[in-house]
């Protein structure tokens, strides 16, 4: 796609919506992912427009992150307004980009489940739910998602596969529900023969 909406083009140079509710350490988290994207972008040798999407998710996928919990669940389709307050924003972000005229679906499912996971995303998609947990800022097993870091953008589906195999382990050692996007990403990623090899035990 080499049509990028005027919105997305702004926020790939830092510039966000005007309905964007962000702090300055939130912006701050948030040119931290961006950068990383673009990092990646490039080493992979991504056209420009696909860079400039990529460096776009950095800014996008936050833009509500401090919204009101009440307002975001008004934005919010109507089966995902049971989420819970912490992962709203993704969606509500999206949706408010689908107001702006933003048509880039594969853009829209990034921004609206960059926590959660979601079997559907695609390259960009993936290296954003990477990049917002991998981001230099965070200070949370530094030295393997250093390692993590390393390995990227070469093994993009490896290393999302591990943080997302993390995320769902960490959920159940705490006896937190995994929603239904999250366990279907992982499915998708772990591969056709997962369950016969489970079946072999």
Excluded: C
């Amino acid at each position: 796609m080499s049509r990028i909406h005027p919105v997305v083009k702004k926020a790939a140079k830092g510039i966000l919506p005007e309905w964007a509710q962000v702090d300055k350490s939130r912006y701050a988290h948030m040119e931290r992912v961006s950068q990383l994207l673009r990092t990646w972008a490039r080493e992979a040798g991504l056209p420009k427009h696909e860079r400039r999407r990529w460096r776009a998710l950095g800014f996008l996928h936050d833009a509500l992150k401090n919204a009101p919990t009440e307002q975001l669940r008004e934005l919010v389709r109507d089966d995902l307004r049971d989420l819970p307050g912490p992962i709203l924003h993704g969606p509500a972000a999206a949706s408010m980009l689908r107001e702006e005229g933003v048509e880039d679906e594969s853009l829209l499912l990034a921004v609206a489940y960059h926590t959660l996971g979601h079997p559907r995303l695609d390259d960009a998609g993936r290296a954003l739910y990477a990049a917002d947990f991998l981001e230099p800022g965070r200070n949370l097993r530094n030295k393997w998602r250093e390692s993590l870091r390393g390995r990227m953008p070469g093994e993009l589906e490896a290393v999302t596969k591990e943080i997302l195999s993390a995320r769902i382990v960490h959920l159940l050692r705490r006896g937190r529900t995994v929603q239904p996007e999250t366990m279907a990403m992982w499915n998708s990623l772990a591969g056709g023969d997962s369950w016969a090899r489970a079946s072999e035990v």
